[in-house]
């Protein structure tokens, strides 16, 4: 977590000031043209794309509980820190995306 962030970005986005984003807080950004959702689940900061790879249905909102949130539309659970399918109807799995955080603010930006 180190890294400086670049003027340029170089694919890193900005999701916002860590004291903003509580606990169970989720949201989506925009990552080169990628809709990314972003979990705050026991104090670490997940990305992932936020579709469900069942039926392309967006993981926000989604139950997070265990460490998987639950796509609201058919119920598959997906692993935050992984992005692998736990339930059915889903067995791909979903991409990932590395977290940053640097000087209070976090940032998502492509692996």
Not at 5 to 21: H, I
Not at 31 to 51: D, K, P, T
Not at 66 to 92: D, N, Y
Request: net charge neutral; proline share 7%; aromatic share 8%.
């Amino acid at each position: 977590m180190s890294e400086p962030v670049s003027p340029e970005g170089q694919g890193w986005v900005r999701v916002g000031a860590e004291a903003e984003l509580p606990e169970g807080h989720q949201c989506a950004v925009d990552v080169q043209g990628i809709s990314v959702l972003v979990v705050r689940f026991e104090g670490q900061f997940y990305a992932l794309r936020n579709n469900c790879t069942h039926k392309d249905y967006p993981l926000l909102g989604g139950e997070v509980s265990l460490g998987r949130i639950t796509c609201e539309k058919h119920g598959a659970k997906f692993e935050l820190a992984t992005g692998k399918p736990k339930t059915l109807p889903a067995v791909k799995p979903v991409k990932l995306y590395r977290t940053r955080l640097e000087d209070g603010e976090v940032y998502v930006g492509p692996l």
